[in-house]
């Protein structure tokens, strides 16, 4: 059976992979430094509707603390909760340290192939959206993966908080 540690604050604590329902597993500690090193991240798919998974995602990191940069090639949306809205990757004026991409599988190796050209440090698929050509491309390119995972449900596992003390 695959196992992997699961926080470096509890050195002799496993998890079987499979128990966590993704496919791709990260040694202990890879997705906690990459939660407490990025600052900007840039949401491919950030919608406007309250109702959709990507607005709430984009909610709780933001008022964690990140700084965030909305994508949404909708020309109807220019602001998601008084961020700015870009239609794209390219577009964006400032560097970005991940990107998270709330889109189709399909779509990931496009992006992946944007987030190397801007200089990002961590490509992120959201929960159901990996695509092993594309996290080769990103991983090639310097670019830390993490792919099928959410970092809302990371960032605010029982074990670790690495931002704020905070109660969202």
């Keep these: 059976m695959n196992s992997r540690r699961i926080s470096p604050n509890r050195r002799n604590t496993t998890v079987p992979a499979e128990a966590e329902g993704s496919r791709y597993t990260y ?33 709780v990191l933001h008022e964690t603390g990140y700084d ?30 991940m990107v998270e991409v709330f889109r189709r599988p399909e779509e990931l190796y496009s992006i992946a192939e944007q987030a190397v050209a801007i200089k990002a440090k961590v490509l992120w698929g959201q929960i ?20 099928d995972r959410c970092p809302k449900i990371e960032l605010f596992r029982p074990f670790w908080k690495p931002r704020l003390d905070l109660e969202i």
């Design 27 to 59: 040694p202990a500690g890879y997705i906690e430094d990459i939660l407490r090193s990025v600052k900007t991240i840039a949401m491919v798919g950030a919608s406007a509707d309250k109702t959709k998974f990507s607005y709430g995602v984009l909610r």
């Design 68 to 97: 965030m940069i909305p994508i949404n090639p909708n020309p109807k949306v220019s602001e998601i909760r008084g961020l700015k809205v870009f239609n794209s990757l390219e577009e964006i004026d400032r560097p970005v340290d």
């Design 128 to 147: 159901g959206v990996y695509d092993d050509e594309a996290a080769k491309l990103a991983r090639d390119a310097g670019l830390k993966v993490v792919m």
